[in-house]
């Protein structure tokens, strides 16, 4: 590899790194989003052609910081005076000057930046995919081109969608004061919801999908642990990075060769991402030491269970049981009540497990899951007529052509059994001496 | 004379590395380790887990004082480490507790250990 191109990986890696902090920062001095990412990318520019031949400095995220406030309060003046910018060579060097600025920029200071804009970014008057969408272009940097494919639309259609976004939060009102407790503790299950979302984009993609919509899980936990460095020690926030690295560790073995739903107790342990579950698990562990149960840590606490499990037969569904109940209680929904419902048809076999989903289906009428359940309880229970009613309700409700496949595998294995039931009835009817 | 080499570098960085990038990194690193296996002189290698997942003990006071976090002081230096096998963060920092009682002042930055070769030197 030539010099060139290893100086552009690392610095590359470098920028990606000190991207969230250092625009957050520059909003904060120009409380405009298009400009402050404009003087990120700017100073990007400047990064890239001064750090091969300086080397690094000491801290990339302050020099960017004040190598793009200067820009454009160059620019500002420039403009004014109609005069051409000097290039960047002859531009003063930061270097002097960073370690004032990065005494400046404290610990405190950066942690009420990043949170700002992470916030402004789920800002309650956006919609969901506006959120995640704006997320994704302002604090990981993606391209529309990269979020458009992850998101699966065009890349007109992303522009305009982020292009929305911003709009919205320049006409809502964000706060630069520094937050106090209740409003930052507020902002940080705000931007927690939005990391989770994020990561759920990503994962609930199907097989098709999956290559493309993968980066977005990655991206999640990148946040998650962004936001995990700035807040050391919020048990929740703890959990929701155990949670996300969990699920993530099971990617790929959630799909077969043919793009199929493996389903948890038929997936390959061995091929299970053992690092992430080892970060998992020592994070929940510390997550457990506060004695502030959450929703994220219980669900967290859930997946650990499934990670420690060397195979299905090991799995202790009764603290699942347990666990689905505190979360019952921490954030009541039917879907948590239907996973719940697994747990208990391990527990108490499949007719206890119906009686408890038959009260979700007002609920859950439009939800694959529910009648995916439904139909598997109801085949083990012998009543194939009304497993194949919620097996069909099922597929149509399915979310990817690999759900509908899922099922039905179902529906097929309902078919042999009502064609071997039927054959044995005909030969009762026949000869007696017909052997089976 | 057994030398320790600390691994330092930014963790935000590192973590942002792409999973062809960290196979490249670990395929020159793992050509470098297994000559020194070879010649008998390379000792335990440990790769942490993120300081995400990191707990301080302060141990310079009655009773120590369990932080979050990573250890952040400049002012103490590195001066040596231990590797325990413990069930869990709990039962590390039960064991912390005793070491620290038997040597106070300072605090123990204590990590989960990823990945871990014990080597072969001196053997």
Known sequence: MSEGASDLIWIDAALTAARPQALAALLRYFRDLDMAEEAFQEACLRAIKTWPQKGPPRDPTAWLVLVGRNVAIDETRYRARQRPLPDGDALPDADDKEAELAERLDAQHYRDDLLRLLFICCHPDLPATQQIALALRIVSGLSVKQIARAFLVGESAMEQRITRAKSRIARADVAFETPGAVERAERLAAVAAMIYLVFNEGYSASHDGVAMRLPLCDEAIRLARLLLRLFPAEPEIMGLTALLMLQHARTST???????????????????????????????????????????????????????????????????????????????????????????????GPAAALAMIEPLAGPLNGYFHFFGLKGALLMRLGRNAEARTAFDRAIALANSAAEATHIRQHLDQLAKESAAAARESRGKEGSASGVG | MLYALLCYNDEATVCARSKDEENAVMAKLGAVTEKLTKQGRLGPVARLVPTTAATTLRKDRDPPLVIDGPFAETKEQLLGFFVIDCQSLEHALETARELGAANPGGAYEIRPILQFWPGNAGA
Not at chain 1, 278 to 307: F, N, S, W
């Open chain 1, 254 to 348: 959630r799909f077969d060769a043919d793009g199929a739903v493996v389903l948890l107790e038929d997936q390959d342990r061995s091929r299970w991402n053992r690092s992430m579950i080892t970060e998992g698990l020592a994070l929940i562990d510390k997550a457990v030491r506060h004695r502030r149960r959450g929703p994220y840590q219980v669900q967290a606490a859930i997946a650990a269970l499934h990670a420690r499990a060397k195979t299905p037969a090991e799995t202790d569904w009764a603290q699942i049981d347990l666990l689905y109940a505190a979360l019952e209680e921490l954030a009541p929904s039917p879907v948590v009540t239907l996973n719940r419902a697994v747990a208990v048809a391990k527990l108490h």
